[in-house]
């Protein structure tokens, strides 16, 4: 009987045969080599060789006694295990499957050149990786495994790793026969990523669902410290609709981990590793290139179109050759097994300070006491339905895992074990908090949040919260374009399943406020600032060319995020907008910020673009606008210019972003203006000809038409969009637009808090309205409704 298969010899419907990662790497290597896709080469043992040793050993009794003894309570899931694992690794293996592997094991070395060249040695459940059901990390995998006598050792302990704790408890769970489950070895040429680096894509965002992006973690060295949590890695996203567009470069998330540790090999001959730290440069450093990123992710799109699903993939960079290679792709079993038209969407109706903060796993909340857990050994100390806080998890913390009501660890990405088990059980997680053991107290009644986004929170407390579920296909269609406003690039996939047409509302201030907290003039002009706030921002923009090459990257790569969820349609983004006293809490702001009286109607929006106190920090903004529009091909996007006085001022700030290569016209570009000041009403015959479109601030215009001061707590009572004044000035700003022939929308709040005067704009024909999300819903159905009456 032939007990090997080549990968090319293997095909996707062969997973009962060799297991769902070798059927994988078999389909890989047949299939998509044509499309540039490189799989390090080797073979397979089969579902019969492991069934062979089976029956040469007799083993298949030792299991049923075990399984049974555990069953009945008469041994524990420990006992049973090791009982079970001792008796595979003193078993032998079948003369004719030792000799066929060898055998294979010399050819692989005649087609790589090498003689005892090293090989990973991998298992493959052939119940693994199912659509409903994620076996990954539950069999042991064996690197740079050399010479036959160690690789036939590594092969008989992948054979017992079938029994470890973890796998046993996860097929009693899923109702899978312990017997008919069998396990193939994967024997796969080495990969020499301790000396580069690897990490893991998904085709799909892992926390939201949202299916344009490909979603890319990366780390020095070995794969395990991202797969374990142990590192914080690298995190990458490519717009997957952009791919492959000519001159165009769509990663539009590019953040650096803190990668503070990488797994090399140990060197020691006995396929051993170990975990040394990394130094300054590499945990400044990224692991890829874009040239690279953008290779994982034709190469992740290519995987997901041949299979036809959202997929999880493992990939590994040679340090030899400097090649890339996907070593792994399962089915994503998560977001892709959800409802794509149901929202639950959660509110925190408590406030509270943060007491640690990290990435937020799903968007749930929760909350409880926290069980502190220092080591694996201290597992059985945890109390059911507690919030389990620790510092890393691996497979043997599942059991616990499904016990817990939240997750909080200190180390850990996106892609990490407790983001991935997490996400399976549908228990909220807050991964790579730092420092969440210290902070928080063991038996400290807690509240962790991850419903604002990519950022998750845990408070001191129980806070009240709520949810509510949304079936987004069931909201009505309308005439009125409606869209939504989005500030926070980390929240922007949460709302993707809404059915909106576009943005009609990014804030960039939001985005400097957030991922660049840096006054743009001061990264223009270091040298005027004090040393101490000068050295603070040599340390965050090191990695830069240059300090302006920050603030033109990170905000770029904003903007984006903020376009992308609902690409191709328009995404309206509004140039700073920022008052002088909150310019001023920026880092270095308070030297280039000049003192108001009310900086509420003082030096902001247009006025600053052209004023030589700020046009150098202008023309950053108008740099990062045309990367977004020209280098990344997000032509979808629209620049609007706020609170400009007068058709003068208009003037020159189109001639600013014209000396700054954002010319109204040229390359589609799109400039709107926001309609907020009376006189933007009043002279709309002037405005109009030097904008493609008007956008109402209702906030504003109330504001500068009643005279109220928008932020006084004692005038609140007589803030009301809906007063009769400022319900003429929309009227006569509607009918000057449409006599213009241009578009005229609205972004303001009013809408979203009074449908009553959503209803009002769609009497008066507005073109668009655009709303917050969370009142989406509700605001879209009286649109609806306003539109049928």
Same mark, same amino acid.
């Given at each position: 009987?032939?007990?090997i298969?080549w990968?090319?010899?293997?095909?996707?419907?062969?997973?009962?045969?060799?297991?769902g990662?070798?059927?994988?790497?078999?389909?890989?290597v047949r299939?998509?080599?044509?499309?540039?896709?490189?799989?390090?080469?080797?073979?397979?043992?089969?579902?019969?060789?492991?069934r062979g040793?089976?029956?040469?050993?007799?083993?298949a009794?030792?299991?049923?006694?075990?399984i049974?003894a555990?069953?009945?309570?008469?041994?524990?899931?420990?006992?049973a295990?090791?009982?079970i694992?001792?008796?595979?690794?003193a078993?032998?293996?079948?003369?004719d499957?030792?000799?066929?592997?060898?055998?294979?094991y010399?050819?692989?070395g005649m087609?790589?050149?090498?003689?005892?060249?090293a090989?990973a040695?991998?298992s493959?459940?052939?119940?693994?990786?199912?659509?409903?059901?994620?076996f990954?990390g539950q069999q042991?995998?064996?690197?740079?495994v050399s010479?036959n006598d160690?690789?036939l050792?590594?092969c008989?302990r992948?054979?017992?790793?079938l029994?470890?704790?973890?796998?046993?408890?996860?097929?009693?769970?899923?109702?899978?026969?312990?017997?008919?489950?069998?396990?193939?070895?994967g024997?796969q040429?080495m990969?020499?990523?301790d000396?580069?680096?690897?990490?893991?894509a998904?085709?799909?965002?892992?926390?939201?669902?949202?299916?344009?992006?490909?979603?890319?973690?990366?780390?020095?060295g070995?794969?395990e410290?991202?797969?374990?949590?142990?590192?914080?890695?690298?995190k990458?996203a490519v717009?997957?609709?952009?791919?492959?567009?000519?001159?165009?470069v769509p990663?539009?998330?590019?953040?650096?981990?803190?990668?503070?540790i990488?797994?090399?090999?140990a060197?020691?001959?006995? @396929? $051993?590793?170990? =975990?040394v730290?990394? +130094?300054?440069?590499?945990?400044? !450093?990224?692991?890829? &290139?874009?040239?690279?990123? *953008?290779?994982?992710g034709?190469w992740?799109?290519?995987?997901?179109?041949?299979?036809?699903?959202p997929?999880?993939?493992?990939w590994a960079?040679?340090?030899?050759?400097?090649?890339?290679?996907?070593?792994?792709a399962?089915?994503?079993?998560?977001?892709?097994?959800?409802e794509q038209?149901?929202m639950?969407?959660y509110?925190l109706?408590?406030?509270?300070?943060?007491?640690?903060s990290g990435?937020?796993i799903g968007?749930a909340?929760?909350?409880g006491?926290?069980?502190?857990?220092?080591s694996?050994?201290d597992?059985?100390?945890?109390?059911d339905?507690s919030i389990?806080?620790?510092?890393?998890?691996?497979?043997?913390?599942?059991?616990?895992?499904?016990? @817990? $009501?939240?997750? =909080?660890?200190?180390? +850990?990405g996106?892609?990490?074990? !407790?983001?991935?088990? &997490?996400?399976?059980?549908? *228990?909220p997680a807050?991964v790579?908090?730092?420092?969440a053991t210290?902070?928080?107290?063991?038996?400290?009644?807690?509240?962790?949040?991850?419903?604002?986004?990519e950022?998750?929170?845990?408070?001191?407390?129980?806070l009240?919260f709520?949810h509510?579920?949304?079936?987004?296909?069931?909201?009505p269609e309308?005439?009125?374009?409606v869209?939504?406003?989005?500030a926070?690039?980390?929240?922007?996939?949460?709302?993707?399943?809404?059915?909106?047409?576009?943005?009609?509302?990014?804030?960039?201030?939001?985005?400097?406020?957030?991922?660049?907290?840096?006054h743009?003039?001061?990264l223009?002009h270091?040298?005027?600032l004090p040393?101490?706030?000068?050295?603070q921002?040599?340390?965050?923009?090191?990695s830069?060319?240059?300090?302006?090459?920050?603030?033109?990257?990170?905000?770029?790569r904003?903007?984006?995020?903020l376009?992308a969820p609902?690409?191709?349609?328009?995404a309206?983004v509004?140039?700073?907008?920022?008052?002088?006293?909150?310019?001023?809490?920026?880092?270095?702001?308070a030297?280039?910020?000049?003192?108001e009286?009310?900086?509420?109607?003082g030096?902001?929006?247009?006025?600053?673009?052209?004023?030589?106190r700020?046009?150098?920090?202008?023309a950053?903004?108008?740099?990062?606008l045309?990367?977004?529009?020209?280098?990344?091909g997000?032509?979808?996007?629209?620049?609007?210019v706020?609170?400009?006085?007068?058709?003068?001022?208009?003037?020159?700030?189109l001639?600013?972003?014209?000396?700054?290569g954002l010319?109204?016209g040229k390359?589609?570009?799109q400039?709107?203006?926001m309609?907020?000041?009376?006189?933007n009403?009043?002279?709309?015959?002037q405005?109009?000809?030097?904008?493609?479109g008007?956008s109402?601030?209702?906030?504003?215009?109330?504001q500068?038409t009643l005279g109220?001061?928008r932020?006084?707590e004692?005038?609140a009572?007589l803030?009301?969009?809906?007063?009769e004044a400022?319900?003429?000035?929309?009227?006569?700003a509607?009918k000057?637009?449409?006599?213009?022939?241009i578009?005229?929308?609205?972004?303001?709040?009013?809408?979203s808090?009074?449908?009553?005067?959503?209803?009002?704009?769609?009497?008066?024909?507005?073109?668009?309205i655009s709303?917050?999300?969370d009142?989406?819903?509700?605001?879209?159905r009286?649109?609806?409704a306003?539109?049928?009456?």
């Open positions: 009987m032939t007990y298969l990968f090319e010899q293997i095909t996707i419907g062969q997973v009962p045969l060799v297991g990662k070798n059927a994988s790497l078999g389909e890989m299939e998509l080599g044509s499309a540039g896709v490189r799989v390090p080469g080797g073979f397979a043992t089969t579902a019969d060789a492991y040793f089976l029956d040469a050993n007799d083993l009794s030792t299991v049923e006694r075990e049974g555990f069953r009945r309570g008469e041994r524990g899931l420990q006992a295990g090791s009982a694992r001792e008796r595979f690794l078993a032998e293996l079948p003369t499957l030792s000799e066929e592997i060898v055998s294979a010399a050819e692989l087609r790589t050149g090498a003689v005892d060249h090989v040695v991998r493959s459940a052939t119940a693994e990786d199912l659509p409903d059901a994620s990954a042991e995998t064996f690197l740079n010479g160690a690789l050792a590594a008989r992948c054979f017992a790793s029994f470890t704790d973890r796998a046993i408890s996860y097929r009693e769970a899923k109702g899978f026969d312990h017997l008919d489950v069998a396990l193939s070895i024997i040429q990969v020499r990523s000396l580069a680096g690897s990490g893991v998904f085709t799909i965002d892992p926390e939201t669902g949202f299916p344009g992006a490909v979603i890319i973690s990366a780390a020095w070995l794969g410290t991202v797969v374990q949590g142990t590192v914080d890695p690298d990458y717009f997957k609709p952009l791919l492959g567009k000519p001159g165009v990663i539009i998330e590019k953040a650096a981990g803190g990668k503070a990488k797994m090399v090999y060197d020691d001959g006995d @396929a $051993s590793t170990r =975990v730290e990394t +130094g300054a440069t590499e945990r400044r !450093a990224l692991v890829l &290139s874009d040239a690279e990123i *953008v290779e994982l034709n992740a799109l290519a995987v997901e179109r041949h299979y036809g699903r997929m999880d993939i493992e960079k040679d340090g030899n050759s400097g090649l890339l290679y996907l070593v792994q399962r089915p994503e079993t998560v977001q892709s097994g959800r038209n149901s639950l969407v509110h109706e408590g406030t509270a300070k943060p007491i640690a990435t937020a968007s909340i929760a909350s006491k926290a069980c502190v857990i220092a694996a050994g597992i059985e100390d945890f109390v339905g389990l806080v620790t510092d890393t998890t691996d497979p043997d913390w599942v059991p616990v895992m499904k016990r @817990a $009501s939240g997750i =909080v660890t200190n180390h +850990g996106n892609t990490s074990h !407790a983001a991935i088990v &997490s996400r399976e059980l549908g *228990v807050i790579g908090c730092g420092d210290r902070q928080i107290a063991d038996g400290q009644v807690i509240t962790i949040s991850c419903a604002d986004g950022v998750g929170k845990a408070y001191d407390g129980e009240a709520t509510e579920e949304i079936d987004v296909g069931a909201l309308t005439r009125t374009q869209m939504v406003n989005i926070d690039p980390a929240a922007a996939y949460r709302w993707w399943r809404l059915p909106a047409k576009g943005v009609g509302l990014a804030r960039m201030e939001f985005i400097i406020n957030t991922a660049i907290k840096v743009p003039m001061a223009v270091p040298e005027r040393a101490e706030e000068r050295a921002i040599e340390a965050l923009t090191c830069h060319p240059s300090p302006g090459e920050f603030f033109v990257d990170r905000l770029a904003g903007i984006a995020k376009a609902y690409y191709p349609h328009p309206i509004r140039l700073s907008d920022f008052k002088t006293n909150e310019y001023a809490h920026l880092l270095g702001g030297v280039f910020e000049p003192s009286q009310n900086p509420m109607i030096f902001r929006g247009a006025s600053r673009y052209y004023d030589e700020y046009r150098e920090g202008f950053l903004e108008c740099r990062a045309k990367r977004v529009r020209e280098e990344m997000f032509d979808n996007v629209i620049v609007m706020p609170f400009c006085r007068t058709p003068a001022e208009a003037d020159r700030v001639a600013e972003m014209r000396m700054n010319e109204r390359n589609g570009l400039v709107y203006m309609c907020e000041i009376p006189s009403v009043i002279l709309a015959d405005f109009a000809p030097r904008f493609d008007y109402i601030g209702s906030n504003d215009l109330t500068l109220i001061d932020d006084s004692l005038l009572h803030f009301d969009a809906r007063d400022v319900k003429r000035l929309v009227v006569e509607i000057q637009c449409h006599r213009a022939g578009k005229i929308g609205i972004c303001g709040q009013a809408p808090n009074h449908p009553d005067f959503a209803a009002f704009l769609v009497e008066q024909v507005i073109d668009s709303l917050n999300p009142s989406f819903v509700r605001t879209i009286s649109i609806a306003a539109e049928a009456a």
